[in-house]
């Protein structure tokens, strides 16, 4: 018995021994040929990339020791021990190890074409078209790969077989109940495919929906989440963007226009202010030297409207073109013809006997 137990304990030291000698092997190996592997057909050039990049490896090393150890195992477990790759739980690791290189290798690929391509010119349309695309069809991989995953480890465990097996009977009824309970996620779903490529939004895009002016930031499955402009996010369904009206600021280009209204006195010197208005937009690299337009959009009985028209290389260098625009002619006008701020003219009449009492 005494030798029995010093046999036993010999024996579960060298299993252990090997499968932490299979497991640093598979990391040793996947960490001298990945680098140089890596260099052949991907270089990161951004932090995300690069994090992409070391989960790959980390479950590539993984990955390696499933491969390994169902080779190791025969030569150092017992004859008499039923050998650890026979196990389901051996098979479910298996599984969801390889599932894990699937969808790590399926973010690299992402990082590789994404990187391709550069968001800091002012034309960036052909760049956030590919990344909308490139995104919703690598999250629409990683839930395939996921159920496909989950499908497998189903079938490796003999009593999910049987409750399968089970349910085919009622297959019909259950599709049924899943399909109504499931219907407005399938839209969704759907919704999301004809977004990623008919692209009435894309990543980076700037909307103005529900009264507020933000940006797009994620485009997921079901659900696209919106920047607004003072940082809160707004979350909406997929399909909003199908069934209900929006602006897309940067649909066809990132260049936009933008107005400054000016209401002054009918004695205002129109021409001084269109020359006022091409100093200021010369002495701002805000102006993209396109669009530059004073007129006189109506003349009202107390005022004058004057808009000034002007462009912009996107909306956010709209919006402070604007502002600084309507901060410099306001001071000009304040420094220089004051008297052409809006004002209330009254005209008092009085009859000829009171003018003479006056003049008495």
């Not at 410099?328 to 420094?335: C, K, V």
Request: charged share 25%; proline share 4%; with cysteine.
């Amino acid at each position: 018995m005494e030798i029995f137990t010093e046999q036993y304990l010999t024996d579960r030291l060298i299993l252990i021994g090997s499968l932490i000698g299979t497991l640093i092997i598979s990391h040793a190996v996947i960490g001298l040929l990945f680098r140089p592997a890596l260099k052949i057909f991907f270089r990161p050039k951004t932090d995300k990339g690069t994090n992409s990049v070391l989960k790959l490896r980390n479950s590539l090393s993984w990955g390696l020791f499933f491969v390994l150890w169902p080779i190791a195992e025969p030569l150092f477990a017992p004859d008499r021990w039923e050998q650890i790759r026979n196990y389901p739980l051996f098979s479910i690791f298996m599984i969801v190890s390889i599932s894990w290189i699937l969808i790590e290798l399926s973010n690299v690929l992402r990082h590789s074409f994404i990187e391709n391509f550069s968001f800091e010119k002012d034309d960036n349309l052909r760049e956030r078209r590919m990344f909308t695309q490139i995104n919703f069809v690598r999250k629409l991989v990683v839930v395939l790969i996921v159920i496909v995953a989950l499908s497998f480890i189903l079938m490796s465990i003999e009593s999910a077989r049987r409750i399968g097996a089970g349910l085919l009977t009622s297959a019909g009824i259950a599709g049924i109940i899943v399909g109504f309970a499931a219907q407005k996620s399938i839209a969704n779903l759907l919704a999301g495919f004809q977004i990623a490529f008919t692209q009435p939004i894309r990543i980076d895009d700037v909307v103005v929906l529900e009264g507020e002016w933000g940006k797009i930031e994620e485009i997921n499955l079901t659900y696209v989440v919106v920047r607004i402009w003072d940082q809160r996010r707004l979350i909406l369904p997929i399909n909003y963007f199908l069934e209900t009206p929006f602006q897309n600021w940067t649909r066809t280009t990132a260049n936009i226009w933008g107005t400054v209204f000016l209401y002054v006195d009918h004695t205002v010197p129109v021409k001084v202010m269109k020359n006022k208005l091409k100093e200021i937009l010369d002495s701002t690299p805000l102006w993209d030297k396109k669009v530059q337009v004073l007129q006189v959009t109506d003349v009202k009985e107390r005022t004058v409207e004057l808009r000034c028209l002007m462009s912009a290389r996107d909306s956010p260098s709209a919006f402070d073109l604007r502002c600084y625009v309507r901060e410099e002619m306001l001071d000009f006008i304040q420094r220089e013809y004051p008297e052409t701020l809006p004002k209330t003219r009254v005209l008092m009449e009085r009859g000829q006997a009171d003018i003479e009492d006056v003049l008495k």
